[in-house]
């Protein structure tokens, strides 16, 4: 007979700790809400030459194997809405056996403001190798500039990506995120959901962070970097999480990453699930090095030490389990409520349903995706199951994390 209260209470607490996580989701999503009534984007009037001094941009374009799409890239980036003088291209072939370098080198011929390196290292492999050596070559050849923007090259930028930066670093951001979302959003379900997904952690979540005055986390494709930031923290991030193994470092010693809604970069997505495992494994492993109980150790205490919020709200950030699991915990708590008919049990796994329909309707509500998106809802239980045998099985099985692997695409 004790074993039934024994339970009960049990299930009460796990309820309690499954509410912390929704809560804090749903108030990033009212400040998200909140925030995007009285933003102003910027308008596509570009910069005069009577300017004050506009920031003067590298875009750091890391490539291995993207000959078919790295001339898009380039020329969305022509297209800047820019002073031409002021950005310059700096496209990292990595590892590359196709024609990445060249297409890149005729692009340079046609535009004059494209330069291509040429990186072979068959052992230290990816994106944060490619970037810690480009950096260290434009030192070596004395190419300065006021901010570092990162770039993946199966992207396309918006003209007024740059404007919306320069903003941002005229008001003092020092590491910049722009809003990173999905290209081909209608190519298939799986596309469309990645929509879903990518909008709630890159947009809504960054865009509430920066609200209530914590910091955006960096996701990699449209990152912004001060020169001075560099210079006081260099790029030592080689993980398959690179840029969040970064994110975690400066906001360590207290800096705040900007989210900057208005610079908007749209990126290929995998269309089907089997070109997703790579991708999602790297995504995943978002800690880096260091496991999430050691950043989390050492995030509250220097939080706690300097009383810096940034830091304190970046723990609950990084203890906010991935969405499927959250979906999945609140499905379990309900049907097990109605197995064992607790009333009180049901009310709050009912609410907590509704808190997390409430975090998800907030992408729908702010960016009114199209009706694909919509249609592609009744994937959604095949996606979760998906993203649970990545979470389980994939990501803790070294064949699968020992090294870095290109995305498979079509």
């Given amino acids: 007979m004790l074993i039934v209260p024994i339970l009960t209470w049990l299930f009460i607490s796990a309820e309690i700790l499954l509410a912390l996580p929704i809560l804090y989701l749903c108030a990033l999503s009212v ?29 750091l374009v890391p490539a291995h194997n993207e000959e078919t799409v790295i001339g898009t890239l380039l020329a969305s980036l022509a297209a800047l809405n820019y002073l031409p003088d002021r950005y310059t291209v700096y496209v990292v072939a990595d590892n590359c056996s196709d ?13 004059n403001r494209v330069h291509v390196y040429e990186r072979i290292d068959p052992v230290k492999r990816g994106k944060g190798y490619a970037l810690n050596w480009v950096l260290q070559k434009l030192a070596e050849d004395k190419h300065s500039h006021d901010a570092y923007i990162i770039l993946d090259a199966d992207s396309v930028v918006e003209p007024n990506f740059l404007l919306s930066m320069n903003r941002e670093l005229v008001r ?33 979540r960054s865009l509430g962070r920066t609200r209530l005055g914590g910091s955006s986390t960096l996701n990699g494709n449209g990152m912004c970097l001060s020169h001075t930031l560099l210079a006081r923290y260099p790029w030592q991030a080689f993980g398959q999480a690179e840029d ?16 900057v809604p208005d610079a908007v970069v749209r990126s290929q997505m995998p269309a089907t699930f ?114 649970l045998w990545v979470y389980f099985v994939l990501k803790r099985s070294r064949k699968h994390t020992s090294e870095w692997v290109r995305t498979s695409r079509a």
């Fill in 31 to 59: 400040a998200a809400m909140y925030g995007e009534r009285g933003r102003k984007p910027v308008q596509a009037t570009g910069i005069s030459h009577k300017a004050a001094s506009p920031a003067d941009f590298a875009i």
């Fill in 99 to 111: 024609s990445t370098a060249a297409l890149a080198r005729e692009y340079d011929c046609e535009h």
């Fill in 172 to 204: 003092g951001g020092q590491a910049l995120q722009a809003c990173n979302t999905v290209l081909n959003v209608t190519e298939s379900p799986g596309t469309a959901l990645r929509w879903i997904a990518l909008t709630l952690v890159n947009h809504v």
């Fill in 244 to 259: 969040y193994q970064y994110y975690l470092t400066i906001v360590e010693h207290g800096e705040r990453v900007v989210y």
């Fill in 274 to 387: 089997a070109q997703m495992r790579t991708q999602d494994i790297r995504w995943e492993s978002s800690s880096g090095n260091q496991s999430t109980r050691q950043a989390v150790a050492t995030l509250l205490k220097a939080g706690l030490k300097h009383r810096d919020f940034v830091r304190i709200e970046a723990v609950a950030e990084l203890l906010t389990p991935p969405l499927s699991l959250l979906v999945s915990w609140c499905l379990l708590t309900f049907v097990f409520s109605l197995f064992i008919w607790h009333w009180s049990g049901l009310l709050v796994s009912t609410l907590l349903i509704g808190g997390l329909l409430f975090y998800i309707g907030t992408a729908f509500y702010l960016l009114r995706p199209p009706q694909a998106v919509y249609k592609a809802l009744l994937h959604a239980p095949g996606f979760v199951m998906w993203k």
